[in-house]
């Protein structure tokens, strides 16, 4: 079955760290992935997509991601968190083929402390 | 350019209600898309148009009606509100041989 898994659903860092937000996917052809995010009471705005090629893949916002076949994972990444990051954060997978269907995981809601 | 744009943006209805959420988009997509977003659940697809003249069910039709109406605009409508249709509604769009979708802000429906 098709499915994404975001294990950490509320994620609290500080101004300035770091920050990785894990996502865990099951697909049965080569997938395209992506991550999404939603700022409170907003719609959701594409900040990373990957499809093919070098598997670490850059973003808007200072966002990269790393596409990790043998671990079928697709984790999100910031060097240093700014507090205008808080927001929830969404993977996908899918995309491809004539329907485009896409599968969301839960979301991982991120809190910025000052 | 106004991408996606849906309609209401807030809506309450009582049990029994009937209403239409409205969606458009301007970028010539022959893909459309609704979702309902739900706390802990992410998005699940509720219908789908993969090209105009085509619907079909998504992860969670039931309950639901679509009609593409022409390329731009895809609706959504509920004959019956039900409680458990308390939710934020999302349409989304893709171009042809595309992978990405664009979302609209949202519809939050309340159902008492």
């Known amino acids: 079955a098709q499915s994404v898994t975001q294990p950490d659903i509320h994620i609290t860092v500080s101004e300035g760290a770091s920050l990785e937000l894990r996502c865990n996917y099951s697909y049965g052809a080569t997938p395209y992935l992506f991550w999404y995010v939603q700022s409170p009471g907003q719609g959701l705005q594409l900040l990373l997509k990957y499809f093919s090629g070098d598997t670490l893949v850059q973003g808007i916002k200072g966002f990269e991601a790393e596409f990790k076949r043998s671990q079928s994972s697709f984790n999100l990444r910031k060097p240093s968190v700014h507090w205008s990051d808080a927001a929830e954060y969404f993977c996908?997978?899918?995309?491809?083929?004539?329907?485009?269907?896409?599968?969301f995981g839960q979301g991982t809601t991120l809190q910025v402390k000052p | 350019n106004a991408g996606v744009t849906q309609t209401p943006k807030f809506q309450v209805l009582k049990t029994g209600q009937s209403m239409t959420l409205q969606c458009a988009q301007d970028?010539?997509?022959?893909?459309m898309y609704w979702y309902r977003q739900d706390p802990g659940m992410g998005l699940r697809l509720i219908y789908y148009s993969a090209s105009e003249g085509t619907t079909d069910k998504g992860e969670v039709p039931n309950g639901y009606n679509v009609s593409r109406l022409n390329k731009r605009e895809f609706s959504l409508r509920l004959e019956s509100a039900a409680p458990s249709q308390t939710s934020v509604y999302f349409c989304?769009?893709?171009?042809?041989?595309?992978?990405?979708?664009?979302f609209g802000p949202g519809t939050r429906l309340l159902v008492l």
């Open positions: 970028m010539n997509h022959n893909s």
């Open positions: 989304a769009s893709r171009g042809q041989g595309k992978e990405t979708q664009y």
């Open positions: 996908a997978v899918g995309g491809s083929g004539n329907t485009g269907k896409l599968i």
